[in-house]
């Protein structure tokens, strides 16, 4: 869900979409490259995400991943169960 937010700013390479979620998050997020390329794959295989070759901005190639309408969808679902999850915690941590 997280990647497919920070691709719906805009296309990110691999480093992009690492840094800007941990820019993002303030530095309590970090993706490690681990877990990000396996995600990336699962997402394209998916149709949520696309990829293409392109330049950084350090004139270096790499390949650019972008959300596509299909991902849009699904991030909308995520967001909307992540919402309901964050809100039924919230409830169970609020008792006394």
Partial sequence: ????????????HGWGIQ??????SKDELQVNQGSLYPALH???SEGWIKSYWGM?????????YRLTKAGERQLALEAENWARLATAVARVMATS
Avoid: C, D, H, Y
């Avoid at 869900?1 to 990110?12: A, D, E, R």
């Avoid at 840094?19 to 993002?24: A, P």
């Avoid at 950084?56 to 650019?64: K, P």
């Fill in 19 to 24: 840094e800007r979620i941990q820019l993002i």
């Fill in 42 to 44: 699962k997402l394209a």
């Fill in 56 to 64: 950084t901005e350090n004139n270096r190639q790499a390949r650019f």
């Fill in 1 to 12: 869900m997280l990647i497919m937010k920070v691709l719906s700013l805009g296309p990110l």
